[in-house]
């Protein structure tokens, strides 16, 4: 006889309970990656060429108005300088973008079954990889180009991107809960995702947006959890300038985003059958 689950859903879970029901759940886990992988591109014409043309497109428009356009002055061509920083925003703004409406789209799905409601956006988590592992041929391609030989810090790279997951999952479990109760992030989203854009360093310097600020506005600056994540990312690959003491301010907001988005979600779980 198979061994059958029983699961309380009206207590309240501390964060390695959670962990237990989502690896018991681990099944669902994966038809939800497996069915946002499918019809991601299922009804476009070109399909899967989107997932290639789009980073494409953005780094060429960056290059563009930051490279020609302001003169942006970097040590590398400044086009691989670009594709370093939107090789990890893209998978930041992604899974942001998606996380933020992915409760109210399972809305009958939730109504319906019992399971651990994080398993929605962390799903959408995994299918961001996609646009983060062409984004990331892109730049070998063109650090082979260009004949940049990473630097001798390659191998901290897995941690700044290790941090740029935790601020896509952080800053996507706020967003998902707070959208349940408050619609209006639905259209709040993609303002934050363009204004981010152009407050994190991707296509510049940290340096050239904070050189004229005073240190408290620095600080601000660094508040941006990619911040620090791209400006270390991007020193790991090719070396330069290393971060600064700021980018702990990015460390610690990430954490914070981290700790009490899960306490949020958490806390409203029990409820989102209600709101949906």
Not at 44 to 69: C, D, E, K, M, Y
Not at 152 to 165: A, D, Q, R, T
Request: glycine share 6%; no cysteine; hydrophobic share 55%.
């Amino acid at each position: 006889m198979k061994n059958r689950i029983i699961i309380d859903s009206n207590r309240k879970n501390n964060f390695f309970d959670t962990l237990k029901e989502i690896l018991l759940f681990k099944d669902l886990f994966w038809a939800l990656t497996w069915r946002d992988f499918r019809v991601r591109y299922a009804q476009t014409t070109i399909g899967f060429l989107w997932a290639i043309l789009q980073p494409i497109v953005t780094l060429s428009i960056l290059s563009l108005v930051f490279g020609r356009f302001i003169g942006v002055e970097t040590q590398i061509p400044h086009i691989l300088f670009t594709v370093m920083g939107t090789s990890i925003w893209s998978y930041f703004s992604y899974v942001m973008t998606n996380s933020g409406n992915s409760i109210i789209a399972s809305q009958n799905m939730i109504k319906k079954i019992y399971f651990p409601r994080l398993i929605i956006p962390l799903s959408k988590a995994i299918v961001g990889f996609i646009d983060f592992g062409i984004s990331i041929l892109i730049m070998i391609i063109l650090m082979v180009y260009f004949k940049i030989t990473p630097s001798s810090n390659i191998w901290l790279s897995p941690l700044f991107i290790g941090m740029g997951i935790i601020a896509a999952l952080a800053v996507g479990i706020w967003l998902s809960a707070l959208s349940v109760r408050f619609r209006d992030f639905q259209y709040i989203v993609p303002f934050i995702v363009q204004i981010g854009l152009y407050i994190t360093p991707i296509a510049y310097p940290a340096e050239f947006a904070t050189k004229n600020l005073p240190e408290w506005a620095q600080t601000m600056y660094y508040l941006n959890p990619m911040a620090g994540v791209v400006q270390g990312f991007r020193w790991s690959v090719v070396g330069g300038e290393p971060p600064g003491n700021l980018i702990y301010f990015s460390v610690l907001m990430i954490l914070f985003l981290f700790i009490t988005g899960l306490r949020y979600f958490s806390k409203i779980e029990e409820e989102m059958a209600d709101f949906v």
